[in-house]
T-cell receptor, first 111, second 115 residues
Framework: ELKVEQNPLFLSMQEGKNYTIYCNYS?????LYWYRQDPGKSLESLFV?????AVKQEGRLMASLDTKARLSTLHITAAVHDLSATYFC???????????FGEGTQLTVNP | GAVVSQHPSRVICKSGTSVKIECRSL??????MFWYRQFPKQSLMLMAT?????????EQGVEKDKFLINHASLTLSTLTVTSAHPEDSSFYIC???????????FGPGTRLLVL
C-alpha cells in the first residue's frame, strides 16, 4: 500500500521568511503532484514532477523530486500572506493513475 | 486549461433522502473520473474510480450500494448518495483524467450537509 507523509502538518511563519515542506512516499512512483487548497475550495494544481531531479518554480514556490530518496520538497521563499493555504502532495504509483494524498500542510503566513 | 464542473456546489438535505452530484468535463473527454471525499481539516480520500461504460471500482470500506456511481458518457459521471445520514456530510470532489493519463483535473467540489 502506498503511503504518503507530509511534514510539517502545521506551519506558521512570518512574512519574508523561507521554509520547506517535505513529502515522503513509500513506493516507486511515476509522478508527484503538489496542490494548494484554500478554505472551502477545491484543489489548485501547482506542480507535477515526472522524473528524478525534476525542479519546478512558480513565483515564490519551488518544488523538487528525488525519486531515489522517495522525497519531494516544496520550498517557500520570502513568504507573503497570500500563500496562506493548505498544501497537499499526491503520488501516483508506477503504471497507475490513482492519486494518494499526503495529510496536507496547513500554512499560515503572519504579517 | 481543462475545466471540470460539479453540480450542485452546495446541497442540504434531510436524513434518509438521496442526493445526486454531477461531475462534467467541459472541454475534454475523460474515460476515467475519480470521486473523493474530504472531511474538515483532513486530506482527500479516494472513494471510487469511475470508468466510462463499466462499473466503478470502489476503495476498501466504501459501500457501493450507498454511493452509486454512473459514468454514462465520456464527459459525465454522477455520484448518488442514497439514504443519506448526517455522517455523510462532507465535501465531495471529483476529478477527470485527461487522455494523456497523467493529469487529473479537479472539480470545484460539492458540500453536502445532511440534517
Amino acid at each position: 500500500e502506498l503511503k504518503v507523509e507530509q511534514n510539517p502538518l502545521f506551519l506558521s511563519m512570518q512574512e519574508g521568511k523561507n521554509y520547506t515542506i517535505y513529502c515522503n512516499y513509500s513506493t516507486t512512483s511515476d509522478r508527484l503532484y503538489w496542490y494548494r487548497q484554500d478554505p472551502g475550495k477545491s484543489l489548485e494544481s501547482l506542480f507535477v514532477l515526472l522524473s528524478n531531479g525534476a525542479v519546478k518554480q512558480e513565483g515564490r514556490l519551488m518544488a523538487s523530486l528525488d525519486t531515489k530518496a522517495r522525497l519531494s520538497t516544496l520550498h517557500i521563499t520570502a513568504a507573503v500572506h497570500d500563500l496562506s493555504a493548505t498544501y497537499f502532495c499526491a503520488v501516483v504509483k508506477t503504471s497507475g493513475s490513482r492519486l494518494t494524498f499526503g495529510e496536507g500542510t496547513q500554512l499560515t503566513v503572519n504579517p | 486549461g481543462a475545466v471540470v464542473s460539479q453540480h450542485p456546489s452546495r446541497v442540504i438535505c434531510k436524513s434518509g433522502t438521496s442526493v445526486k452530484i454531477e461531475c462534467r468535463s467541459l472541454d475534454f473527454q475523460a474515460t476515467t473520473m475519480f470521486w473523493y471525499r474530504q472531511f474538515p481539516k483532513q486530506s482527500l480520500m479516494l472513494m471510487a474510480t469511475s470508468n466510462e461504460g463499466s462499473k466503478a471500482t470502489y476503495e476498501q470500506g466504501v459501500e457501493k450500494d450507498k454511493f452509486l456511481i454512473n459514468h454514462a458518457s465520456l464527459t459525465l459521471s454522477t455520484l448518488t448518495v442514497t439514504s443519506a445520514h448526517p455522517e455523510d456530510s462532507s465535501f465531495y470532489i471529483c476529478s477527470a483524467l485527461n487522455r494523456d493519463k497523467e493529469t487529473q483535473y479537479f472539480g470545484p467540489g460539492t458540500r453536502l450537509l445532511v440534517l
